[in-house]
Nanobody, 121 residues
């Protein structure tokens, strides 16, 4: 069984920074794509950023230049550095990982429980 656990959310003033992390544990051979999503009240969950195993990154336009996604392939952790935060970044942030448990199986997508980010104006 694989678990993803996020940490690092909180309350920050507009213009500030926060670092999120998400660690995978359990039976893991490798993690392919990691991603961060967010969901604000009354809105659908949306992709914020993703990073492939070979470090190809992709960002939502609204966060380009402000957020940075990175990963540690040894420790199976993904990070999201958020800078120049805006009130509209307020949301519940989720990580997801495409995890392969062993060579006999393909990958499955797992989700973290979510961590709240609140940006005050």
């Amino acid at each position: 069984q694989v678990q993803l656990v996020e940490s690092g959310g909180g309350l920050v003033q507009a213009g500030g920074s926060l670092d999120l992390s998400c660690a995978a544990s359990g039976t893991i051979l490798r993690v392919y794509t990691w991603a961060w999503y967010r969901q604000a009240p009354g809105h659908q969950r949306e992709l914020v950023a993703q990073i492939s195993r070979d470090q190809v990154r992709d960002y939502q336009d609204a966060v380009k230049g402000r957020f940075t996604i990175s990963r540690d392939n040894v420790m199976n952790i993904v990070y999201l550095r958020m800078s120049s935060l805006k009130p509209e970044d307020t949301a519940l942030y989720y990580c997801s990982g495409d995890v392969q448990a062993n060579d006999q199986e393909g990958y499955r997508t797992y989700w973290g429980q979510g961590t709240q980010v609140t940006v005050s104006s």
